[in-house]
């Protein structure tokens, strides 16, 4: 079963307003995760890393203020896409290791944001 | 900046015909590497992964992957493909606490 759950699975919203999307690991602590976005037809992207317990690294190129990231506990991380526009359309999917060395990440099965 | 690379961005094959795709990377350190797969509609799913070891990998559903460290490459490959084998393929590298994707190859498999 699935050890990555990612809430919702798809969201439409109006221009300026803001959403959020959640990651949880099911069955394990994840002191870190990741999180994604798919424009159509690409690879996913990077955009930062969630850090339980202290800020969010970001990738060059992703605004701050705009995907705002939480890493609440050690099952939870937040994405709160801010004031959307239609360009923030896409997948947003989120990731996990359960550890390094010996497994690789756990991916939530996304979530599809269409800003109207 | 560490980059991955995937060489063919859309592949279109007869069944059974025989498959590799190929991926490299940028990264001079040690690396994890994987393949994953992305069936329509659905989300990303691991075919297979190298850590250390045997360079040579074998995962899910018949696929295999070589990791040769002097050309920065870790290949896909399957001898004989099916339709079902539609789908797109990413190829991952840890680099070196974070996962970096390659842009990915569609693959299409007709009857």
């Known amino acids: 079963g699935a050890v990555v759950s990612q809430h919702p699975s798809w969201v439409i919203c109006k221009s300026g307003t803001s959403v959020k999307i959640e990651c949880r690991s099911l069955?394990?602590?994840?002191?870190?995760m990741f999180w994604y976005r798919q424009f159509p037809k690409q690879s996913l992207m990077l955009m930062a890393t969630s850090n339980e317990g202290s800020k969010a690294t970001y990738e060059q190129g992703v605004e701050k203020d705009k995907f705002l990231i939480n890493h609440a506990s050690l099952t939870l991380s937040t994405l709160t896409v801010t004031s959307a526009h239609p360009e923030d359309s896409s997948f947003y999917i989120c990731s996990a290791p359960r550890d390094w060395t010996n497994s690789p990440l756990h991916f939530g099965n996304g979530t599809r944001l269409t800003v109207t | 900046a560490q980059s991955v690379s995937q060489h063919n961005h859309h592949v279109i094959l007869s069944e059974a015909a025989s498959l590799e795709l190929g991926c490299n990377y940028s990264y001079g350190g040690t690396v994890n590497l994987f393949w994953y797969v992305q069936y329509p509609g659905q989300h990303l799913q691991l075919l297979l992964k190298?850590?250390?070891?045997?360079?040579l990998v074998k995962g899910i559903k018949g696929f295999e992957a070589e990791f040769i460290k002097s050309k920065f490459s870790f290949n896909l490959r399957k001898p004989s493909v099916q339709w079902s084998d539609t789908a797109e393929y990413f190829c991952a590298v840890t680099s070196p606490d974070k996962l970096i994707f390659g842009t990915g190859t569609r693959l299409q498999v007709f009857p």
């Open positions: 190298y850590f250390s070891g045997d360079p």
């Open positions: 069955d394990f602590q994840a002191t870190t």
